[in-house]
């Protein structure tokens, strides 16, 4: 097989690719939520508790669990990954640039490369592995 053809038969999986990053990314957030939440899969530093319900991080939390949800199973992504792209900006600005100017310094390096990776799936869209794409393919039936 020459090397174009290799190139082609890749590159033809660029939108299952797509549901692949989306639901790896929106796994991985929804954790950022249910710890905040639930104290699941650990809690919150410093003492392991949660987060108050009605404060800036119980939102935060709320947003992060059942947004991600909603991202991996590919519902409504277009509006909600915008949506979760702008609460993680908010997050960078707001709670970890005060800690310094570098990422790796302050600890915002998750909420920097989520806000990119939504914003980038909210003009993507969801992929063919998606309720997404089920709910368009009935739609067009």
């Not at 119980?58 to 991996?72: H, I, K, N, S, Y």
């Not at 590919?74 to 915008?82: D, I, K, N, Q, Y």
Request: proline fraction near 6%.
């Amino acid at each position: 097989m020459d090397v174009s053809r290799a190139v082609e038969r890749w590159a033809a999986w660029a939108p299952r690719l797509l549901s692949v990053l989306r639901i790896v990314a929106a796994f991985l957030f929804i954790q950022a939520g249910t710890m905040k939440l639930f104290a699941f899969p650990v809690g919150m530093p410093p003492d392991g508790g949660t987060a108050e319900l009605f404060s800036q991080v119980g939102l935060g939390g709320v947003l992060e669990a059942f947004g991600g949800a909603l991202l991996l199973v590919g519902l409504f992504t277009r509006p909600v990954a915008f949506l979760l792209s702008g609460t993680m900006a908010v997050a960078y600005f707001q709670f970890h640039a005060p800690g310094g100017f570098w990422p790796v310094v302050n600890g915002g390096s998750p909420a920097i490369l989520f806000c990119f990776v939504w914003l980038y799936v909210s003009a993507a869209g969801a992929g063919p592995w998606s309720l997404d794409a089920v709910r368009a393919r009935t739609r067009g039936a």
